[in-house]
């Protein structure tokens, strides 16, 4: 395999830990939207944090093994259409990252709660239906669409 | 960042691709929940590959028919048909498996569930790394 073909190889197998570990996440949370009791909706929360290490290890991988590539395959400095995947993967780990922490604040209080009885609460389905949160994460979702949409039409190149 | 492959149809590729990542994700999470004995959780997160491995699979053959690669072998191809293709029967054993434990209970349904879905995924990260570096 020449460079070009590892390199290759690594930038999408970390897109797929990317991607796969945020849909892994999204389908985890829309499971505790589900959740009857808040110890279930704490267990499907504290699951959310064991995907992190494979989603950042995806986005750290994707930066630097895409940028390797764009160097190894002599693409122009340039590139709007690099530049504006590079626009959208910041906007999709800001996004992500503060719908994160929303998300942190309802799994507090899914474990508070079930510690207090495990009943369930209009609180937690608030927390977990927060608008704010919902839509950060759906925003970091149609951004790391649109990157994936760049990276495979390749707009100029 | 950079290219996924040069020159190839925008659709059927963008479908595929999209289609493999929900499903290497839905299996993730099935294989998360079965391993922290969430039974009904497990079942649901299969329930999303399905439509998943559908779509991957329909989006397959469009590329396939698109590139003229009806005929070739190459390993990764091959690698990639077999893991899509009769590789879906380890995805029908975890959900009749995860199904079988969400009504029974039995422990030993739930370590079924856990080995075959961690068996699948591990098929999709070999048939993905093979068809991204083009194993030959």
Redesign the interface.
């Known amino acids: 395999m020449s460079t070009a073909q590892w390199l290759l190889m690594l930038h999408v197998a970390s897109a797929f830990c990317f991607v796969g570990g945020s849909v892994a996440a999204g389908i985890l949370n829309g499971l505790a939207l589900r959740a009857g009791r808040p110890s279930e909706a704490a267990a499907l929360l504290r699951l959310i944090r064991r995907v992190l290490p494979l989603i950042f290890a995806g986005v750290a991988g994707t930066l630097v093994f895409g940028i390797w590539l764009w160097h190894e395959q002599g693409y122009s400095i340039g590139a709007a259409w690099i530049w504006v995947s590079l626009v959208l993967w910041a906007v999709a780990n800001a996004l992500g990252g503060l719908g994160g922490r929303l998300q942190e604040h309802a799994r507090e209080l899914a474990e508070r709660l079930a510690a207090e009885g495990d009943a369930p609460s209009p609180e937690l389905s608030a927390a977990l239906r927060d608008p704010a949160g919902l839509w950060m994460s759906y925003g970091a979702g149609v951004a790391t669409l649109a990157i994936l949409v760049l990276m495979i039409w390749r707009p100029g190149s | 960042?950079?290219?996924?492959?040069a020159s190839?149809p925008?659709w059927p590729?963008?479908v595929h691709?999209?289609g493999?990542?929900?499903l290497?994700?839905?299996v993730?999470?099935a294989f998360?929940?079965a391993l922290?004995r969430?039974p009904r959780?497990t079942f649901?997160?299969l329930l999303?590959a399905l439509p998943a491995w559908v779509v991957a699979l329909g989006a397959g053959h469009w590329l396939e028919h698109d590139e003229g690669l009806g005929g070739a072998s190459p390993t990764w191809l091959q690698l990639g048909r077999n893991v899509l293709e009769p590789g879906v029967l380890v995805l029908l054993l975890a959900l009749a498996a995860a199904w079988w434990w969400r009504s029974s209970g039995k422990a030993v349904a739930a370590r079924a569930t856990a080995a075959l879905s961690g068996i699948y995924l591990l098929l999709l990260?070999v048939a993905?790394?093979a068809m991204?570096?083009?194993?030959s």
Not at chain 2, 1 to 5: E, I, K, Q, S, V
Not at chain 2, 132 to 135: A, L, T
């Open positions: 960042m950079t290219l996924l492959a190839r925008f590729l963008f691709v999209l493999t990542m929900t290497f994700g839905a993730l999470a998360a929940t922290a969430l959780a649901a997160s999303v990260t993905m790394l991204s570096g083009k194993w």
